[in-house]
């Protein structure tokens, strides 16, 4: 795993929001309900969902809360668990210095455990793989939209069997 600075974070997240300006809508949108509670499966199917990737990547856009390093939300066992992961990974830098986390084909438990805090911490984070050019988008308004890739209904079959999850109505 690698951790991207800002700035070449921020060139991949222009990309990225280019690439979803170029589409009318998502292909799905989800909505799943936030609380305490442990987000495990949820993560876990959404990194398998890619299937096998050379390179996949979490890029970190924002948080209510901020990245953790402030008070209050630097006191919080959630964000201390996230900033002790990242130390245990090698990378001292905020997370607003370093917003991205690049992944290897062989670190689907890492992406995992990433997508794993996006969600728990409630950030807006674009997720991409390759090959494929697999994107989608997390909000913290507690939404994710599939904009390529990802298994497409599959991953929206399993998320929705988790039972904290829905399809947006359209």
Not at 72 to 98: D, F, G, V
Not at 145 to 154: A, K
Not at 157 to 167: M, P
């Amino acid at each position: 795993m690698k951790f991207l600075a800002r700035d070449e974070a921020t060139l991949l997240e222009k990309k990225l929001r280019r690439e979803i300006s170029e589409q009318a809508d998502p292909r799905s949108v989800l909505y799943y309900e936030s609380g305490n509670r442990d987000y495990a499966a949820a993560a876990n199917t959404i990194a398998l969902s890619i299937g096998k990737f050379s390179e996949a990547t979490l890029v970190f856009l924002w948080c209510l809360s901020g990245d953790g390093w402030d008070e209050p939300s630097a006191s919080t066992e959630s964000w201390r668990r996230y900033r002790k992961w990242r130390a245990a990974n090698n990378e001292e830098r905020r997370l607003y210095q370093a917003p991205g986390h690049r992944f290897e084909a062989n670190e689907v438990e890492r992406l995992s455990k990433t997508v794993k805090f996006a969600l728990e911490l409630g950030w807006d984070a674009l997720v991409e793989a390759k090959p494929g050019r697999q994107l989608l988008f997390l909000s913290h308004d507690d939404r994710l939209e599939i904009y390529r890739g990802f298994s497409g209904g599959l991953l929206v079959r399993q998320l929705t069997g988790l039972g904290y999850w829905r399809r947006a109505d359209r």
